[in-house]
């Protein structure tokens, strides 16, 4: 079986540095989600055990190509990717993937992280299970093929549950499923072997819809703290106390 | 002229880069205390292919030339020396066979060491002498088709660890230095305690004895009586190492200085405000530049060379500049962060350390300027 | 716009997001409940329009059946808003509701406002390194709305229940078992009072004067990622921050923690933030409102007993 995983291009937030409130983006490297690296470890532990091929796929940048080097370097087989200038919202993504996602044969398993690095919105892996009519698992943290079924364990606030879900199926894994593997040399020099196919937007065949939501600004907060330097316990017990935070059993 | 790192190679930098970070860091301070890299360490270096960056495909490395490894190493030396160190002297030793050994001498040496199994010695300094050959007093005896090998070897990296040795010694029908390559441990070798060095900790540092050490005729690396140029070119290439090791440290004290003279405040500023601070973040931010290009391009001739002499010029120059600089800019990282800096609990104490090793080390500043004046005024 | 419909497994968040609602003030409000009676009488109780679905055939921890729920009832009754929780089940079901019904979608929201007659939501963006305005710009909406981003409504007497039928196809995901998560019911983001345990907190010995302080306070314990994750001191239900609780207490006790973004959105609005660490110029420090610099091996003890 092929199994899919969905990462996506990123600017490095470590990098990204905040200027008069704006985050500013120019000239910082392109990355992939640190949780799409988590949803790639387990598809690439999944083949190890079965026989299957991980076909890595993304939307993304001019980029793009050699950003998903390093998902073929840390174990993905094959990468397939279409080219996208400019922002890409939720719903455009989830139509873009699902298309590439359809050209793709014997689909068992489609990964994706609990939300991307950048934006966190977890919305596009349950996005492209709806369109490809799929059934779907979030916040996963355990993962086990058995045949035409993944036993899955879902993680929420507040209990466990074991799951067990008919393949084809969408699963988005949360960060504590595993630690993604560090790629070796040989593994990097080689990526750059392995099949790719890069494609236009407009070569996929479906209509991409307007963005559905609009920005209307982005800004780090302002935080106007007092930053009241006290030098004993005891005056921060009282500083506690007058501020209506009393101790006492 | 493209002075751009190519995606790969960016790649292989943030792999070394994330493996410090991950799994050396957290175990580096442990490593100065202990003097000893933990072997779990060594295993996940040899995993990532640490060990066989340089070494051809064919002889079971990955390949990458000496671009990635410049690249890899100045990334685990920002971290911790002593892996690097190990990393840098297995580079020589196995450098040397690479360049130098025959097809059959590769077979049975490299490809072990290449995955990180074995690792590689170099074995040139005596008590007696660290920068003249002229000197070496360890001998080599032919007995039919074996050599015996006699004396004591000091200084020499990686020594306790299993795997090829190349070892210099007189031979004694020619009189002349000539290489061998000694599988270590056989009998015969045994080595000192390690010592404890100023700098570098972790790095395995011990005196070889050798007595009657028998070694088969096709050890012989080169020719007999003709173990000079190996011993100049191989160290040569040894200095890339070096260097990275250098240039890692020099990194490092160019970080802590930032994060320094931002953190630290004054009059409830950060000092980074204050032109005197931030004159010497721009000083050391110009030496880390300096020493970086420099760096990057000796691995680059080192892909490219055909000319050894020239290669070991270059190396020579390289050499001496970076690992001066590396000193200069810990020097002056610590002047930003005052008296505080001399304490055990801020990291440029270790990193100050450890510029204090490259210029003494794998031939002294001076030989290095000995050997390019030398050129320059043929 | 015509309506709202609100949805969530859990019933006090349910009472939050009615208050979005109202607040949002677009139309009638439904709360929909699905395969739970019990459930459905409490919030009409409560004074909630609650649609009622009874469909044996599908089951709550099956997204997709869920999202064909919500997008068929809001259809039906001709609702264009959408309000989900943005816990992680609401999170998992918004962007299928949303693409059921060809809706824009915005997670985690935190709060709105109207922006030139629209109505624009606030969410954290880039790790937590800012704050995104965004607006929806097709006529059907999916917010899922941040747990403690409101109040609770207040009960009134003007509940009604309403039987809904939808059309759900069979479910491709079986139930096999559930876990409570290991006995930690704590609920950090509806305490007032938070201590919060960073790795500077060096000995797992001294988590016991931090239950002391947290005692003397009447504050829950929170921890920092790694606390949880990497030391395993305390299970992962007690992470604030990005991938763990937002919090909004109005005391946040925080004992050792560096400040990294991704754990200060967990806390940045605290009503008043106190810092204890060694080193003076830990980002924490520079959002909080009293900082005591000091070793904590040396100020828990002291703490405990000023405290106590
Ligand atoms: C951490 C570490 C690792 C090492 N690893 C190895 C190893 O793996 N293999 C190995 O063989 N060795 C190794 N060494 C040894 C090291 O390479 C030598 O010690 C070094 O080359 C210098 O030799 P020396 O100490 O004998 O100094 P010397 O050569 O005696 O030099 C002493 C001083 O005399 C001056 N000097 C000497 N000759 C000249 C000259 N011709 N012209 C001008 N000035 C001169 C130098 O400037 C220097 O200041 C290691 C040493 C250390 C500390
Ligand atoms: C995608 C992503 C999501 C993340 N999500 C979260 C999240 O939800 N929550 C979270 O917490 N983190 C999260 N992190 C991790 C986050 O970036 C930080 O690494 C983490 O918050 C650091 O935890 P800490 O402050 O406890 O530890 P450290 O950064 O190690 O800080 C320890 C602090 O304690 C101080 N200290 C040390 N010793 C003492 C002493 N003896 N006395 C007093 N003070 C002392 C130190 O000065 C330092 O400030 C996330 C990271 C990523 C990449």
Redesign the pocket.
Known sequence: MNIVVAMKEIPDIQQIRIRNRKPVTDDVPRTLGNIDKNALEAAVQIKEKTDSQVIVVGVGSSEVEDTFKEALAAGGDEARLVVWDGELESSQSAQLLAALITKIDSVGLILFGEGSGDNYSSQVGSRVAQILGLPQVGYVNRIEIEGSTARVTRSLEDCEQDLEVALPAVIMVSSDINTARIPSVTQILKAGKKPKEVLAANELGVAIPAAQVETISNLAPEMERRQISVKTISDLVKALADEGFGGGR | MDFNLSKEEILIQKMARDYAEQAILPVADQIEKDNRVPDDIMAGLAELDLFGMTVPEEFGGAGAGYVPYVLAMEQIARVSSGPA?IIS?HN?GLGALVNFGTDEQKAKFVPQAAKGEHIA?????EPG????PKQLTTSAVRGGDHFVLNGT?????NASYKGPLVLFAIEAESGQPTAFVVEKHCPGYSVSKPWS?LG?HG?D?VDIYLKDVQVPVENVLGKIGDGYPILQYGIAFGKIGMNSVALGTTLAAFELAVKYAKEKTHRGQPIAKFQAIQMKVAEIAGIYESSRWLAYRLGFLANNTKNYREFAKEAALAKWVIARNAQEATRISMDVHGSYGLMEDYEITRIYRDAA?GP????????QQ?ILAGDILR | MAGTLIFSENPALVLELATAALEMDSGPVYALVINNGPQAEKLSNHGLAVLSVDEPGMSSFDTAGCAQAVAQTAGQKDLSMVLLSSDRRGKELAGRVAEAMHAGCLTDVKGFSLEGGQLAFTRNSLGGATLATQAIKTPAQVVAVSPRAFAPIAPTATGSIEAVKINVPASAVKLVETRSKAGDTVDLQAAERLVVVGQGVEDQSDLALVEQVAQALKAEIGCSKPVATDKKWYPEERIIGLSGKICKPALALILGVSGQVQFTVGVREAQVIVSVNNDENAFMNKIADYVLVADLKEALPELVRQLG
């Open positions: 160190m002297a020589l010695s170099f074995a040139f300094t002498t660290g920068s003249d070897k000091r200084f020499i990296t060095k570098w790095g540092l090793m003494q080390v794998e031939g002294v500043i001076h030989m000995v």
